[in-house]
């Protein structure tokens, strides 16, 4: 999907909120937030896709007003309750206030059937796909080309895996793409490295 | 009528604090049931994800050739070789040596993916929208007003955190450090280096 959660590349942000050595937790509940989620992960209730989801499904003003962590509880919240786990009157009775979730999830989508392996060198193009459910695709390569520099590890599919479909293992392949083709003069010198699916990736037309 | 699960139809959220204890609350039973608590696994997470691990690595690549070669060959193989556990997910790690003409940078654009193990918990300005949206396209700039400037005549390279697949930089060993002594060559080598919006000095980032 096309959310909010899909930043790279977009304007008018401000300058990073950095300090050397920041400590990674604002407060005592993003630290056991942050621990909740890797215990919530080994119950199996739901899968690394299906958590991912979950935090791109939240309502645009209130995944960007929120903050990492609260994104987090958000998505293990919306996924307990879709899960059966429990339910939002639930929740809202022990936390005692409202507990805004997540979205409903739009339909996922098997790998592609005509997917095919690429090796070192080649030139492939970024399927021009739009899909309303879950991807691992930044949208700023989305239809570019670039070059296969590796071929990384066999991974379930996550545009299946994140809506309980049937998720093929396929590879991931390092693919180079240069900050001038991705936004025409309009980007600093760089050259970008992103995982891309193999279900992602199609042969780049040959140029003559 | 808008969806009733819009932020503007409903009671104020609780504090963070009380949602949290509620997500905590229903996952109680089944979490004893499995052993597993919030408290074993921040603990657990307080000993593992360190950026001192990180630190361990790049020191051996520092002061052993033989080990910087497979390191660089095969990141997670060569990591095997210290007592530090990689989880099942980070399926594979490329280590990036940057070097005068070459400038590695991590991101993740579309969450905050992130090789714990090695660089510890990702810092909030890691996680924030500015530097998940700038870095990829003005990472420049972005290092500049971070106190890392890349000279022009260097490379800068983005390497986007989208799959299984886990980053780590290998920074530049500071001239004033060589022929340093391992334990204080990691002593040195600091978190925000691994990710690589930092130089290192002989003094400690």
Redesign the interface.
């Given at each position: 999907m096309d959310g909010m959660?899909?930043?790279?590349?977009?304007?008018g942000?401000?300058?990073?909120?950095?300090?050397?050595?920041?400590?990674?937790?604002?407060?005592a509940?993003e630290?056991?937030?942050?621990?909740?989620r890797?215990?919530?992960g080994?119950?199996g209730?739901y899968n690394?896709d299906e958590y991912?989801h979950a935090?791109e499904r939240m309502?645009p003003?209130?995944s960007?007003s929120a903050?990492?962590?609260?994104r987090v509880?958000t998505a293990?919240?919306t996924l307990?309750v879709e899960k059966g786990?429990?339910s939002k009157a639930?929740?809202?009775a022990?936390?005692?206030?409202?507990?805004?979730?997540?979205?409903?999830s739009a339909g996922g989508r098997t790998n592609a059937a005509d997917r095919k392996a690429f090796q070192r060198g080649e030139r492939v193009r970024v399927r021009n796909d739009f899909v309303p459910g879950h991807i691992?695709?930044?949208g700023?390569i989305r239809g570019k080309t670039g070059v296969v520099m590796?071929e990384?590890?066999l991974?379930p599919f996550p545009d299946a895996h994140a809506h309980g479909l049937e998720a093929v293992d396929e590879p991931?392949y390092?693919v180079q793409f240069r900050?001038e083709d991705?936004?025409p003069g309009?980007?600093?010198?760089?050259?970008?490295?992103?995982?891309?699916?193999q279900s992602y990736l199609e042969a780049a037309p040959v140029v003559s | 009528m808008a969806?009733q699960?819009?932020?503007?139809q409903?009671?104020?959220?609780?504090?963070?604090?009380?949602?949290?204890?509620?997500?905590?609350?229903?996952?109680e039973v089944?979490?004893h049931d499995?052993g597993?608590?919030?408290?074993?696994?921040?603990h657990w997470?307080e000993e593992n994800l360190l950026a001192e691990n990180g630190a361990k690595v790049v020191a051996r690549a520092w002061t052993d050739p033989a080990f910087r070669q497979r390191l660089l060959a095969d990141g997670k193989a060569a990591i095997a070789e210290f007592e530090i556990g990689l989880p099942a997910?980070q399926?594979?790690v490329?280590v990036l040596e940057n070097t005068p003409a070459v400038h590695n940078v991590i991101?993740c654009?579309?969450?905050?993916c992130t090789a714990t193990t090695l660089i510890?918990?990702?810092?909030?300005?890691y996680?924030?929208?500015?530097?998940?949206?700038?870095?990829?396209?003005?990472?420049?700039?972005?290092l500049q007003?971070?106190?890392c400037p890349v000279a022009p005549e260097t490379?800068?390279?983005?390497?986007?955190?989208?799959?299984?697949?886990r980053f780590m930089v290998l920074p530049m060993q500071p001239p004033e450090a060589i022929g340093w002594p391992e334990d204080k060559l990691a002593s040195i080598v600091?978190?925000?280096s691994l990710i690589e919006?930092?130089r290192l000095s002989a003094e400690g980032?």
């Open positions: 959660h899909d930043l790279g590349g977009r304007q942000f401000g300058k990073v909120g950095y300090a050397p050595k920041a400590s990674p937790f604002h407060a509940w630290k056991r937030t942050y621990a909740l890797t215990m919530a080994q119950l209730i690394i991912r935090v309502d003003r209130h960007v903050s990492y962590y609260e509880i293990i919240a307990l786990v429990t639930e929740l809202e022990i936390a005692g206030g409202g507990f805004a979730l997540s979205h409903p691992r695709l930044p700023y590796y990384g590890p991974t991931t390092d900050s991705l936004w309009g980007a600093e010198s760089a050259v970008i490295h992103v995982a891309v699916f | 969806s699960d819009t932020a503007s409903q009671a104020p959220n609780a504090a963070m604090e009380q949602r949290l204890a509620a997500v905590e609350r229903v996952l089944r979490a499995k597993l608590s919030a408290d074993g696994t921040m997470q997910i399926r594979q490329y991101v654009t579309l969450c905050s510890g918990p990702p810092p909030n300005w996680e924030d929208l500015e530097y998940r949206a700038r870095v990829v396209r003005e990472a420049r700039s972005v007003e971070m106190g490379e800068v390279r983005v390497w986007d955190t989208t799959a299984d697949t600091t978190r925000d919006v930092a980032g």
